[in-house]
C-alpha cells in the first residue's frame, strides 16, 4: 500500500477535526477543508475506480487526467453529497464532512488489484 | 492478435490515414517521436517500443530560429506586465454602451495584441514547449477575464449576486426555500448551491462573494484541462491542439463563466465528453486500457455516471445537451459502445429528477415547451435582440456578436468541408449536438447563446484544423499569417464580453443602498427597482415581493413613462407601516435603460423628481450612486 493510501484515508477526519474545533473562517480551517474537498475524495474515488494498471503510463496526458479527473469527481461527489443531505432535511456541515470524510476513507482503503499494473506496464513504456 | 494490435490497424484506415491526415506515419509536425512532440509516444508506437525508426535529431538552430524563440519567450512575460500596467487608472466612471471598450488603455489593447502575437510566434516553433504554449493560454484567459475582477471594486454582474443569495437562502431553510416566487427554478436544480453551501458552512466563511469575483478567470482556467484532453484524443498535433485552444476562448464571448450553475456545469460537460474521446479506439492518445477493445472500463463508467449525476443535480439545460451530444455519438458505430451506456445513464437520472424533485417546474412548463415544439423558428430567433431603442454601441455590439458567431460556423464548416479527416473524429457530431434543443426550446431567450456556448469546443477545433493544417512547410509564416484572423477573433470577443460592464459593474455605494434595504425592509415589504441591476437586493428573496418595473406588461410602462409617479404607485399602493415599500432608484439600472432602451432613460430622472415632492415617499437612504425611498400609503384625505 502506498503512503498516499492512509493519507488519503485521514484527511476527511482532520479537516472535520479542523471544521468543529477552530473559529469560523479561521485561515487553517478554510485551507484545511478546501484543499480536502478539493482533492481527497476526488482522488480517493480515482484510485478505487480505475485500476491501478491506467494510472501508471507517464504520459502527459495521464498527468492531466487523473488531475482533472480528482477534481470533477472529488466535485460531484461533494456535490451528491450535499444534495441528499439537503433534500433529507438532515444537513449540517458536520454531518456532510462525516459523510464525505468516510467516502474517502473507505475509498482509499478499498483492496486494489495488484498484478494487473505489471501485466500491462510493457504496454506504456516509454 | 492483442486489441493493441488490432487498434493500430484500424487507425490506419481511421483519422490517421489519408492524404490531409492529421497524425500519420510519416513524419509531420506533430507526429508522435518527431521533435513537434516531446510528450511522448502516441498509439501508432507499438508496444515494445515506437512502431517507426528512431526520428532524425532536430536540425540545429539557425540565428533566425534562435531569435524568434526568444522573441516568443520575452514576449509572454513583457505582454503580462503591460497588461498588469494598463490597469493602474482606468476610468470607470466613464463607462457608456461600449463598457470596458471605451475607458481601456492603449497599453491594454497593445498588451492583447503583443500576447497574441507572442502566442502564433510561439505555436509556429515546433520546438515550444507545452509550458510556454499552457503559459500564453493562461495569460490570455487572464488578460481576458480577470480585468474586470481586478478593477472592480466588487463582484460584477446582477446574476451573480442572485446566485449568493440562493446559496444564502438555502442555508437559512436547510435546503429548499419556501415561497421563493421566480427563484423556485433553484429549489429544483440545487447542486450548485449546496455544494457552496457546503463549503461555507464547513469553513465558516460569511458569503462567497469573496470568491466569487474570482469565478471566471478560474472557470476558464480550469476548462483547458478537459480540452486538451479532448483535442490531443483527436489529434497529435501540438499546433492544431494548441491553436483550437486559443480559438476557444478567443470566441468564446457569452459570459456564461461566471458564478453560476452553468459554468459548473460546463466543465463537468466538457469532462465527461473528454473521457469519452479519449476512450474512443482511434484516439490519439495512449488509451488509458488498451487490452479492453471497446467500451469503458466499468471504474471509469462509474465515475462518469457519478459527473452526469451531479450535472443532472445542478442545471436544467446541461442534461439536455449532454443527452443530445451522446444521442448524436451513439450513431457512428466507432463511438456506439462508449455513448450508449452513459447515454442511458443520463436519460434515467435526468427522467428520475425531473419526475421527483423537478416535478413542480417541469409541470409547470410543460405547457410553454410543448408550445415552443411546435415554433422552432420563435425558438431560434428569440436569442437576437431587440435593438429598437439601445443605445447605438449596443447595436455595434450586436453585430460584432454575431459576426464573430457567423464566422466561427462558417469556418468550422469549411473546416469540416476542406479537412475531410475531422468528418471521422466525431467532433462534427459534437458541435450540432445543441441544434436539436435550438428547435425546441427558447430557454428565455438564451437558447441561442448558450447553443453557441456548447458547440463551440468542438467548432473551434474544426476552425484550428482549416486554418493551422498539420502538412504545412514553412509553419513559422503559415501561422504568422492567420495571426490577423485569430486577432480579429479576440478583438470581437471583446466587444461581446465587455460592452455591457456599464451595467454589470457596480460600485460600493450601490451595495450599500441594497444592504440598507434589506436590513430594514421588515417581511412582506415590497422593493421596487427600474429593472433587476442592483446588487445585493435579491437577498431573502422569499421575505420579499420584488417589482422591476421595466419588465412589466406594456400597458403598465406605458403608464410609467406617462406618469411616473403613477405608474409606480399602481404597484405599491395599500403599502403599510409593517409592510412597507421600497423604491430603489441607482446607477447600474439607469446605465441598463440607456444601453438597452428598456425604458426611456428619463424615467428614472424624472421618477426620482416626482418622488421628491409625493405623498407617502420617505427619502430614507441617499448616496452618490443610489437613493432609496420608503412608501406607505397615506390615509385618504
Sequence with gaps: MTPLRPVLAVSGWLALLASVTLPDAAPVRVAAVTAFLLVCPGHAALLALRPARTRRSGHPADRLETALLTLVLGLALATLVAVTLFLCGVFTATRSLLVLAALTSVLALLPHRSGARNRDSRVHAG | ?637
Aim: charged share 15%; proline share 9%.
Design chain 2, 1 to 637: 492478435m492483442s486489441g493493441y494490435h488490432r487498434r493500430a490497424r484500424t487507425e490506419a484506415a481511421g483519422p490517421g490515414s489519408g492524404r490531409d491526415a492529421p497524425d500519420g506515419a510519416t513524419a509531420r509536425p506533430g507526429s508522435p517521436g518527431s521533435p513537434e512532440d516531446p510528450e511522448g509516444p502516441g498509439p501508432g508506437d507499438g508496444p515494445h517500443g515506437p512502431a517507426r525508426s528512431d526520428p532524425a535529431p532536430p536540425p540545429a538552430r539557425t540565428r533566425a530560429t534562435t531569435v524568434r524563440v526568444w522573441t516568443a519567450r520575452l514576449i509572454l512575460p513583457l505582454s503580462v506586465a503591460l497588461w498588469l500596467l494598463s490597469l493602474r487608472a482606468v476610468p470607470l466612471d466613464r463607462m457608456r454602451d461600449l463598457g470596458l471598450l471605451q475607458v481601456l488603455p492603449p497599453l491594454f489593447w497593445t498588451a492583447a495584441a503583443l500576447l497574441t502575437l507572442g502566442f502564433c510566434l510561439a505555436l509556429g516553433d515546433r520546438r515550444t514547449h507545452s509550458a510556454w504554449l499552457t503559459g500564453y493560454v493562461l495569460a490570455l484567459i487572464a488578460l481576458i477575464h480577470a480585468t474586470p475582477t481586478l478593477l472592480y471594486p466588487t463582484l460584477r454582474y446582477s446574476w451573480a449576486w442572485k446566485h449568493l443569495a440562493v446559496i444564502d437562502a438555502m442555508i437559512r431553510h436547510g435546503g429548499e426555500v419556501p415561497d421563493a416566487g421566480k427563484f423556485s427554478v433553484y429549489n429544483d436544480w440545487p447542486g450548485f448551491f449546496q455544494l457552496h453551501a457546503l463549503f461555507l458552512r464547513t469553513t465558516g466563511l460569511d458569503s462567497a462573494v469573496g470568491y466569487a469575483s474570482w469565478t471566471p478567470p478560474f472557470a476558464n482556467a480550469l476548462l483547458l484541462a478537459p480540452l486538451l484532453l479532448l483535442y490531443r484524443s483527436v489529434t497529435r498535433d501540438r499546433r492544431m491542439v494548441w491553436g483550437a485552444v486559443w480559438i476557444f476562448y478567443s470566441c468564446s464571448w457569452v459570459g456564461q463563466d461566471y458564478f453560476a450553475p452553468q459554468s459548473f456545469a460546463f466543465l463537468l460537460f466538457l469532462t465527461v465528453m473528454a473521457l469519452l474521446f479519449r476512450q474512443l479506439r482511434s484516439s490519439a492518445l495512449p488509451r488509458p486500457d488498451p487490452r479492453r477493445r471497446d467500451g469503458w472500463p466499468p471504474g471509469l463508467l462509474v465515475g462518469v455516471v457519478l459527473i452526469v449525476a451531479a450535472i443532472v443535480v445542478s442545471h436544467p439545460l446541461t442534461p439536455l445537451m449532454l443527452i443530445s451530444a451522446l444521442a448524436l455519438l451513439s450513431l457512428p458505430r466507432r463511438s456506439r459502445r462508449l455513448a450508449v451506456p452513459v447515454l442511458i445513464a443520463a436519460v434515467v437520472l435526468t427522467a428520475v429528477w425531473d419526475a421527483t424533485v423537478a416535478r413542480s417546474y417541469i409541470s409547470v412548463n410543460i405547457t410553454n415547451l410543448i408550445q415552443s415544439l411546435t415554433e422552432p423558428d420563435k425558438n431560434v430567433s428569440s436569442g437576437l435582440a431587440a435593438l429598437g431603442d439601445a443605445a447605438p454601441g449596443q447595436i455595434l455590439l450586436s453585430w460584432v456578436d454575431r459576426g464573430l458567431s457567423a464566422a466561427v460556423a462558417v469556418l468550422a464548416l469549411a473546416g469540416l468541408l476542406a479537412r475531410r479527416w475531422t468528418r471521422r473524429t466525431g467532433l462534427p457530431l459534437l458541435a450540432a449536438a445543441p441544434l436539436p434543443l435550438l428547435a425546441v426550446n427558447a430557454y428565455g431567450g438564451e437558447m441561442l447563446f448558450r447553443a453557441y456556448l456548447f458547440a463551440l469546443p468542438a467548432a473551434a477545433f474544426l476552425v484550428a484544423a482549416l486554418l493551422l493544417p498539420p502538412g504545412a512547410r514553412r509553419p513559422v509564416p503559415y501561422t504568422l499569417a492567420v495571426y490577423p484572423l485569430i486577432l480579429a477573433m479576440t478583438g470581437a470577443l471583446f466587444f461581446g464580453y465587455y460592452g455591457k460592464e456599464a451595467v454589470n459593474h457596480y460600485t460600493l455605494d450601490e451595495v450599500a443602498a441594497a444592504r440598507y434595504v434589506v436590513e430594514h425592509a421588515p417581511p412582506g415589504s415590497t422593493i421596487v427597482t427600474l429593472t433587476a441591476d442592483v446588487p445585493d437586493l435579491d437577498l431573502d428573496y422569499e421575505v420579499h415581493r420584488r417589482v422591476q418595473l421595466a419588465y412589466q406588461d406594456p400597458d403598465d410602462q406605458r403608464v410609467l413613462v406617462r406618469d411616473p409617479l403613477e405608474g409606480v404607485t399602481g404597484f405599491v399602493f395599500g403599502a403599510t407601516e409593517e409592510r412597507p415599500a421600497y423604491v430603489v432608484l441607482s446607477r447600474a439600472q439607469d446605465m441598463n435603460l440607456y444601453v438597452t432602451g428598456a425604458l426611456p432613460t428619463e424615467v428614472s430622472g424624472r421618477l426620482r423628481t416626482a418622488l421628491d415632492g409625493a405623498r407617502g415617499f420617505t427619502l430614507v437612504y441617499e448616496n452618490d450612486d443610489a437613493a432609496v425611498y420608503r412608501y406607505v400609503t397615506p390615509p385618504p384625505r
